[in-house]
Nanobody, 125 residues
Framework: QVQLVESGGGLVQTGGSLRVSCAAS????????MGWFRQAPGKEREFVAA????????AYADSVRGRFTISRDNAKNTVYLQMNSLKPEDTAVYYC??????????????????WGQGTQVTVSS
């Protein structure tokens, strides 16, 4: 079992930056592929970014590539999502997720076994 707790969300102006974190606890969470997803009101949950256990592979949605960076610190069991040049369309609840195996670049939410409760990110125009 893996428990995930997100933090760091908030309100930021267009063009600003924000970093959200995901603290993982439980069995060998450092071996898991970690991902970030987001869900805006009235929309489906969508893939944002993912990182392999060793950080050797990172994947991004086209909408965030070049603006967002996913990273992890396995010693701290924490995954980060650094968000720069934020846009109003980035407003959503951001969820951290974990899966034991599979393809890091796969964007399917159904493959992820564990989920956090989410943290709200609001970008004002």
């Amino acid at each position: 079992q893996v428990q995930l707790v997100e933090s760091g969300g908030g309100l930021v102006q267009t063009g600003g930056s924000l970093r959200v974190s995901c603290a993982a606890s439980g069995r060998t969470s450092s071996n898991y592929i970690m991902g970030w997803f987001r869900q805006a009101p009235g929309k489906e949950r969508e893939f944002v970014a993912a990182v392999s256990a060793s950080s050797g592979i990172r994947a991004y949605a086209d909408s965030v590539r070049g603006r967002f960076t996913i990273s992890r610190d396995n010693a701290k069991n924490t995954v980060y999502l650094q968000m720069n040049s934020l846009k109003p369309e980035d407003t959503a609840v951001y969820y951290c997720a974990a899966k034991r195996s599979g393809i890091t670049t796969s964007r399917a939410a159904r493959e992820y076994e564990y989920w956090g409760q989410g943290t709200q990110v609001t970008v004002s125009s």
